[in-house]
């Protein structure tokens, strides 16, 4: 995005329609200051400062800064003193394009929802929308690049989840980390074939029966000064969940294209962290495949044997997440990192604990729950901490192998799955996982219906905080 074309630009005084923001406490004031023109407007409209209620108004000389023209803008928001992000993002879905600036104060982290909110995926569209920008400026030059790479970062990963699986496959996850190589000059390692057979045998098991064009793979970058300190961040990259042959019902298929949305995650992450020169030894582990039916199908009943060394008996061919990203947290581990953090669309239980909204986070340590929790909350990207319960191990028990990949119970699904990856985590190691859905189902002002960014903004403001 050039900066003549970014959605946020440095107020030099352009003219520019008046956004006056209005809360509930502030209306009565608000009127009194306005023309009786304005006010007739605002009653036409019955505007009563409603979060995400806006009207339009005749502007009147009395919006501050170059007015844009005879009209002006009043929308509600929740707290004129305690912007959200969210809280301009339906203006900038429903103005007309043009140039915008906040009458009397700044927009600071609205801007955010100023831009994801002008998301479109076209790329299968005939006749794209093809309406102008909306364009807001602000007084504060300074927070522009900062805002601008984590939307970008969360469109990334919009884009990515929403295109399906015929052109977002393997190889086009492989493609993405190899920008990402060729944009910071990272270390980048993608293990194939018999090599990643031999090396990492579950990623193999689970993508070996997807076509030769799907060929399973585990894509390595490795980034940063070897003296700082080192982060794993890592991403479940099933490009496709079929099931396998515990196949899913074809209503449980429809959305599995998004299954690769930890994948998405972690790449977005990864791109923050190297684009904002986070003093870390970053490693990036993506264990893409797709979960296909054939007669090479890894199946139930079988013992496979992890990189780890750990056996697990197949109890689920649809727990399959699991798997790959056992073999992923094993080799992050083999670098010692002090913190991994992994990001994977793994259980349905989740969303029926959590619901689509909320990421389910789970961790060692209780100060690093905290300060993700707390870092979501700041960000406007609320997370909630689920319970690597001790007592739920024994679900995953094996007569035959170290560990089965499915609960024998029906209870705490998400627990389970939870428990079955810190097995392959290294004892001592700071370690979070996110149980994210990626997925936004209806939309909301800022948040169209489709792939989803939930959690990357919690985790990349807490190594922010954490490292920077």
Known sequence: MSDKNALIQPDRGQKAVAIHLVDKDGLEAFLKERTPAQRAALAAHKFAADGYDYAIIPDGGNGGGNSGGDWAVVSGVANTADLSSWCMAKLAEKLPAGTYRRAGGEPGPAMFGWITGQYRFDRYLSEPDEEGPRILLTGEPKAIGAITAEAEAVMLVRDLVNTPAEDMGPAQIEAEAENLHKAFRAEIRVTRGDMLEREFPMVHAVGRAAARSHAPRMVELEWGDPKHPKIAVIG??????????????????????????????????????????????????????????????????????????????????????????????????????????????????????????????????????DALLAAGKAADDACWRLPLHEGYREYLKSDVADINNAGSSGFAGASTAALFLDKFVPKGTDWAHFDTFAWRPAAKPGRPKGGAALGLRAAWHMLRQRYA
């Not at 074809?250 to 990864?270: F, T």
């Not at 039916?293 to 079988?302: A, C, E, L, T, Y």
């Not at 689920?316 to 073999?327: H, K």
């Open 236 to 369: 479940k990259g099933v490009c496709f969940d079929s099931g396998g042959l515990d196949i899913k019902p074809s209503s449980s298929m429809l959305l599995m294209k998004k299954d690769m949305g930890g994948a998405a995650h972690a790449l977005a992450l990864a791109r923050l962290i190297m684009q904002e020169q986070l003093p870390v030894r970053l490693h990036l582990l993506v264990p893409a495949v797709e979960n296909a039916v054939s007669g090479n199908s890894f199946r139930p009943g079988d013992v496979l044997r992890s990189r780890a060394g750990i056996s697990v008996e197949i109890g689920n061919t649809d727990a399959e997440g699991r798997l790959v990203l056992g073999d992923a947290l094993a080799r992050a581990g083999e670098n010692e990192p002090e913190f991994i953090i992994d990001f994977a669309t793994l259980t349905g239980a989740a969303r029926v604990a959590v619901g689509p909204d909320l990421p389910a986070l789970f961790t060692r340590e209780d100060a690093t729950a």
